[in-house]
């Protein structure tokens, strides 16, 4: 297709040039975008220093290999929003880089990231069974650094010192790196754990690693959330500081009101109150006394609660907004730069307007080393709008739209059984008729909805309470076999592949599974398991695919969990700091029949009360709220988020400790009220953002289950695939991806067609979305960043082309 | 200006025009806003009818007379968002119109409906010091609701028989009037009350009045968001009967737990749990037992309080955000096809295209009658952009962001002291530059801070309690005196209107006094005015005038304020029906030591309980929150929104009643969710636009305190201010308004300038805001409503000025 001795327009293998254009692009991603075509100009001065990696006898064929591989690492820069002044700069660091960015090495990070934190497990106040000795968890501990610090320095040499200097996250890990270290040599020599705070510090172990990208960015959208939220914050404290000051005037001379008696209990009262936990408790005492003195507490509930706590979620949610505009603007604008420094990498210096499918075979066997030949072929072809022979630059910035796409050929056959004789396909017809027929929906439907009133009457039937042995009446039978038929009828009629493509089948088929194995548990006596039956009532779940908009909220929250697994991981990393520091301070300080002095001594009580002339058994409970292990801690702590009832944990710690501790309860609530405050923000941005889309977009809803994807088509004519099968049997001749290519062929023999259609198709995801909404926006922004960045790109490619010093070509 | 036989082009005293018109109008209404041009159409068939009150010898004089006023209820059914189908058809209809709409008339049905519902205070469960014997409640009843009666009667009358059959709203009034007559007649027979849940409809007299119209908009808004949030209720309530079932097969067997015995109770502890009233509680009994059955409770709470219910918030959000925009649009629309309605009816057959001067006084008239003579000629001159002899069309659509304008001549004295005597002069013009300083401002501050800190240490030192004789430190006189100082020099120094007109100064000010009122208080030992002192405090919200953000959010909140005031107010109504419920089933049912069968025992206790070996007396206070009075079921059902605790009061109340009483507290959790989640949405949706819009409009932000209203200027000169007085004095020779007019002249006389130039002020509302945000969308409205309503109308008037038929023109 084109001439074997194409050269290069850019020799990455040039360390001077290497480096200044990492330098380059630097400086332009500070100032809102990749400064690219300056590279252009640099390369014209390839200056051979002491580090030049490049002899200057390099075959052609290697310059373009290391082309090759800078381009894919520019591309995986751009995915993964890695910041161009970390590009790798010179062979060692390129060693350094490539092996920091594999599967393996991620996979050792996040592993050692969960070590340190699985280790409080076992740590001092340890979960009884899990306990360790000191000298195993302190020696755990220490490995787990060493990897990190292993970990640490190939980020040194990848990076080189002054860019290590540079990147603050990687900074901070290296001092908490070297604190962890002397705690652990410590607590080694000592053999006792000393008072650990630092530990709360671990979770930055984890942060860091590459799978945790995901929390990273939402702690930075958290912090940058912050300032806006700390001014209404303070508001908030400000008025209860004032309504403080008259609490304690109004209500301190009533001896029976035990809520205001100093400024600081009459404080913490309000902050309480904030979150309603004492809420008719606080008012009782004056209440009783005055009626009026309501006016009080309805005052400050109605501003405190209702409207100013409603400001934060607005601030925070208009914030959030604005954030993910611009996260979204800066991640599109640091992709296009990618790609046009992959695109200046890939271009010859005979064709500089165009990459050909041999270099972009090229780049591609580095950025997915595991990609078959045939998928190479089709992406380019599905980049490959215009049917050039070659990719404009234009072309070439659908990359990353296009990359991820899973190739199929579009079935000729309608039927899995289509091949088969003609009585069992007549059967098989048959079966798929019935299945796709409304009236068999609809039945299915009905039995679903009579089982869950049966499921319904028969358990409110069992007022006795209930018990294992007795539960399974043949009703359970008869609606599992029901289940356990309409799922082999819709398998054998939609075929198995047809069948788990749809969500709700796989749900379908996984509640049915669960129900059998439930059965099999009782049928064996498998205690531990029974709990599988009574997961069945999920089965009614199904009802809700009958309407529409539940239908639609339910694919919303399918496409919003991994956002939300995300969040959540957030949130546990910030419960397991406040559980170390919990676990430091108030380990075993809260026991059955504790905290006397307190007003909330009745909740820990475990004793025998003698009320009028009754003794009852009085339970408190609430000594299980503590903070006697990390288990204990988390689940004391979900409680202190459900904000019900935390004072009670918190007057009873502080009566057993100081009263500094309602400190650590205050912030802890402060800290989850921004984190759940971002979470309410995201789901209302996520939901309403969708509902404005299907609003703009009302044809695309109309066919959820069709739609609810990208699909790129490509046709790929015989000539077309024989004239590759020869190029790449000529680049890569020993490689087994070939095949896939050679099955293409064999195909098309097969079925006799002279060509065949190709399907790409990959899930939605938000940023599609973002991209159709904000079309217009979009092009204003390209033309920012393409003027941000002067003269157009095709004009500056030919003016430094006349200015290119010849390079001597190799023949 | 115009000749004086100008023929109006509508004669509005006809009636079947009238009636056509009126026809017209609402048939247009219904399919998005009024079909105006028709009534052109149909004027050219003046049919004479029995009902005809227009003599034949009617005056032009009388013609023009009837159509200023016709035009002008046009005007005022587009401000009040009326339907244009209730409009008027004939004298006797329009004498009841006029009649129903004035203030005195409002006023009355405000009283009315007030009056029936304060009744409550006196009736059955009554407030002890104001309990009225039955004949006198009951008299008083029949009175209200006779006056009820007598206003439907005058409606009847304006509407017609037909017009009244088919508004809902009204008919539904009637049927309740109906039901409440024969109760109190038989309340008054029996004397005695019987179980009267009825009482539960009168806010319906008080909703259908005039000026409750904020409220109604409110009602429907709840109601039109109804449907998505019911569905989303569904999904909530699937997913708690799912883990009712669950949580009785897990928990049921553990007799130490009484949440989950049966599936009601199940179902019970699961809805309470919603709320999160009873969490750790509801835990605690199986926890303790299995520590792994805290999943089932964390699952539980993330889906349903942490997903499901932001949900429900966010669907409403929408629902609320595309509502706001759809009754904007339509309001606008109706204004607009009001203003071609008015603009019909004020143009003369001569002069088709505009309206004079002469014909806009008239309309003014009767619009505002209380309009001086020279702000009916400024409004005029504002809307006249082009300063062209007439008003078009266009420039008479801007009638309603005129009409509210308040008029004052531009000061031509820079300060209020210019006039005085040099010394003088020169004493004040140095306070007026301390008082302008930034110096003096930051002084303030300054003072202001150390106040507020002085505050917090003189009440943290209080630890013993506080008692109001020692509570007039020296400091409290010193920082009083400091603050009057500095009212004093700002009244001087800028004047006392330039003064009061910031809200700011308003506000220090009022501490200032309130603070002065406090110390003669003290002085003077009045001890119900103590709680005064005690406001002082409030002197420190001054310090959030140093920060951009809080002036924003503050002065967002005084925006929202009225609208934030009919939102408490439709709760409030809210509250009411439900009080009365409650009293009508619950009154008295609830005392100390009551509800012993129930858990929730101990709240209700109020007796000596013995701990060990210790007595002491222990106080529940729960019977406190009973349905005994209005007010006590207020209070009772404010501390069921706040939602904590809530289920102490439902148990208690369950344990006297039966256990359907469950039923009436779920509901009103469900309805002041609902109540609570429209506020919610309601001040993000104002907050988040008004960010959107500052960042939209920069500029305006920078000056909030010059730009926060709308102004327009308008130059007057001599020789127009003397022709609008001759035909003033023409037009209406003994009104005593023109007198405004002459001192017009005077100003200019006295200042010597030929020209006087005004200035026509109004505070920026909601509206303005949405005109800016809106803007391309409101051309396109436009352009739809115009296609909607075909021909252009310039077209269609003079088509139609040839076919009308001619009127015999009196001389």
């Given at each position: 297709m084109e001439a074997d001795d194409d050269v290069p327009l850019?020799?990455?293998?040039?360390e001077a040039n290497s480096g200044l254009l990492g330098e380059d692009a630097d400086r332009g991603d500070e100032n809102?975008?990749?400064?690219?075509?300056?590279i252009v100009n640099n390369v014209v001065i390839p200056t051979p220093g002491?580090?030049?990696?490049?002899?200057?006898?390099?075959?052609l064929q290697q310059s373009w290999e290391m082309n090759y591989q800078e381009a894919a690492i520019y591309l995986q820069e751009g995915e993964n929003n890695?910041?161009?002044?970390t590009h790798p700069r010179n062979p060692k660091a390129l060693a350094a880089y490539l092996f920091a960015h594999n599967h393996l090495f991620y996979m050792m990070e996040l592993l050692t990231g969960l070590l340190l934190m699985v280790l409080s497990l076992c740590e001092?106040?340890?979960?009884p069974s899990l306990r360790l000795d000191v000298y195993v968890h302190a020696t755990l501990e220490l490995l787990a650094l060493v990897m990190v610090a292993f970990e640490l320095c190939m980020k040194l040499r990848w990076l080189g010192f002054h860019t290590f200097i540079r990147h603050k996250r990687t900074m901070v890990k290296t001092c908490v790196l070297l604190l962890q270290f002397v705690e652990a040599i410590v607590v080694l020599i000592r053999q006792t754990s000393h008072l650990?705070?630092?530990?709360?510090?671990?979770p930055i172990f984890l942060v860091d690693c590459r799978y945790c990208g995901a929390v990273r960015r939402n702690l930075r959208q958290i912090f940058q959330s912050l300032p806006p939220f700390i001014d209404i914050l303070l508001l908030l404290l400000f008025f209860m500081v004032i309504f403080a000051i008259l609490g304690f005037c109004l209500?301190?001379?009533?001896?029976?009101?035990?809520?205001?008696?100093?400024l600081e209990n009459s404080l913490v009262s309000l902050f309480v109150l904030l979150t309603t936990a004492n809420f008719p408790d606080v008012m009782m005492p004056s209440y009783s006394k005055n009626?009026?003195?309501c006016v009080f507490f309805i005052v400050y509930l109605s501003i405190e609660l209702y409207f100013v706590m409603n400001l934060l979620l607005a601030v925070v949610f208009d914030t959030f907004n604005d954030v993910e505009k611009t996260k979204f603007k800066s991640l599109l604008l640091h992709k296009r730069s990618a790609v046009d420094h992959a695109f200046q990498l890939l271009v010859s210096r005979q064709r500089p307007m165009g990459v050909s499918l041999k270099q972009f075979d090229g780049l591609m066997r580095f950025y997915?080393?595991?990609?078959?030949a045939r998928d190479r072929f089709l992406t380019y072809k599905a980049l490959n709008s215009s049917s050039a022979s070659m990719l404009s630059l234009q072309d070439f910035y659908k990359f990353y739209e296009v990359i991820g796409l899973k190739w199929k050929a579009?079935?000729?056959?309608?039927?899995?059984?289509?091949?088969?004789?003609h009585t069992t396909f007549l059967i098989f017809k048959g079966i798929n008729l019935i299945v796709k027929s409304k009236a068999f929906q609809y039945t299915m439907y009905a039995v679903v909805a009579i089982n869950g009133v049966w499921i319904l009457v028969e358990t409110y039937s069992l007022n006795s309470g209930f018990s294992?042995?007795?539960?399974?009446?043949?009703s359970y039978i008869v609606f599992l076999t029901i289940y356990g038929v309409e799922v082999l009828l819709k398998v054998t009629g939609l075929g198995p592949t047809a069948y788990f493509s749809s969500g709700w089948n796989l749900f379908d088929f996984s509640v049915t599974v669960f129900a059998f194995l439930g059965l099999i548990a009782l049928a064996f006596d498998?205690?531990?398991?029974?709990?599988i039956v009574v997961l069945?009532?999920?089965?009614?779940?199904?009802?809700?695919?009958?309407?529409r908009r539940y239908c639609n909220v339910l694919d919303t929250m399918f496409e919003l969990f991994p956002r939300m697994a995300s969040l959540g991981l957030t949130l546990i990393i910030f419960y397991y700091s406040f559980a170390i520091v919990g676990m430091e301070f108030f380990?075993?300080?809260?026991?059955?029949?504790?905290?006397?002095?307190?007003?909330?001594?009745d909740s820990y009580r475990l004793t025998n009360v003698t009320i009028g002339n009754k003794t009852v058994l009085e339970?408190?409970?609430?000594?299980?709220?503590?903070?006697?292990?990390i288990l204990s801690s988390f689940v004391t702590l979900f409680e202190l988020t459900v904000v019900n009832n935390w004072y009670i944990t918190m007057e009873g710690v502080t009566s057993m400790t100081t009263h500094w501790s309602r400190l650590y309860f205050m912030t802890f609530y402060i800290v989850t009220m921004v984190v759940m405050t971002i979470i309410v923000a995201f789901i209302l941005d996520a939901f309403v953002f969708r509902m404005n889309y299907s609003r703009k977009n009302r044809d695309v809803v109309e066919n959820p289950e069709d739609e609810n994807g990208i699909v790129f088509e490509v046709e790929v004519s015989r000539d077309e695939a024989l004239t590759t099968l020869e190029l790449y049997k000529q680049t890569?001749?020993?490689?087994?991806?070939?095949n896939s290519l050679q099955k293409v062929l064999q195909d098309m023999d097969r079925s006799g067609h002279t060509s065949l259609v190709y399907l790409g198709r990959r899930s939605r995801t938000k940023s599609d979305l973002s991209m159709k909404m904000y079309v217009e926006e979009i092009q204003e922004w390209y033309a920012e960043f393409t003027e941000e960045n002067l003269p157009q790109p095709d004009q500056i490619l030919e003016q430094n082309l006349d200015s290119l010093v010849p390079e001597p070509l190799p023949s």
């Open positions: 850019i020799l990455t293998c040039d809102g975008g990749g400064g690219n075509y300056d002491p580090q030049n990696y490049r002899t200057q006898n390099v075959s890695d910041k161009f002044f001092a106040p340890a979960v650990r705070v630092t530990r709360a510090l671990r209500f301190s001379m009533n001896t029976a009101d035990p809520y205001f008696t100093t009626r009026w003195s997915r080393p595991r990609m078959s579009r079935r000729i056959r309608e039927h899995w059984f289509d091949d088969l004789p294992w042995s007795r539960f399974v009446p043949w498998m205690e531990p398991f029974y709990f069945r009532p999920f089965q009614l779940l199904r009802l809700f695919k009958i309407k380990a075993d300080v809260v026991y059955p029949n504790c905290c006397n002095t307190s007003t909330v001594a339970e408190g409970y609430y000594y299980l709220n503590n903070f006697n292990n890569c001749p020993g490689s087994f991806s070939i």
